[in-house]
Nanobody, 127 residues
Framework: QVQLVESGGGLVQAGGSLRLSCAAS????????MGWFRQAPGKEREFVAT????????AYADSVKGRFTISRDNAKNTVYLQMNSLKPEDTAVYYC????????????????????WGQGTQVTVSS
């Protein structure tokens, strides 16, 4: 089992940047694929980005491609989400998630592919 704690959220103006971090407990962090999802008020939780166990493969939602970058440091049990050129529509609670897959090439984009979730961190982008 793994516990996830997000940090780095906050209030930023449109065009600004934020870097989210997600610290994981346990000694098997490198065995999990990791993802970031977000949920805006009144909307369903949506996929943002994912990274495979080794960090060699990533995937992004079309809405954030070219602006957000997911990365991980397996030595520090941490996954990051660098968010640049933020827009008001990026405002949401951002969740970190961990899941187990048999392949280091498969990119998991659906909530049911993740077994563990953090508590979320609020990101608010003002116009």
């Amino acid at each position: 089992q793994v516990q996830l704690v997000e940090s780095g959220g906050g209030l930023v103006q449109a065009g600004g940047s934020l870097r989210l971090s997600c610290a994981a407990s346990g000694r098997t962090f490198s065995s999990y694929h990791m993802g970031w999802f977000r949920q805006a008020p009144g909307k369903e939780r949506e996929f943002v980005a994912t990274i495979t166990r080794s960090g060699e493969t990533t995937a992004y939602a079309d809405s954030v491609k070219g602006r957000f970058t997911i990365s991980r440091d397996n030595a520090k049990n941490t996954v990051y989400l660098q968010m640049n050129s933020l827009k008001p529509e990026d405002t949401a609670v951002y969740y970190c998630a961990a899941g187990v897959s048999g392949s280091d090439y498969y990119t998991a984009r659906y909530t049911n592919e993740y077994a563990y979730w953090g508590q979320g961190t609020q990101v608010t982008v003002s116009s």
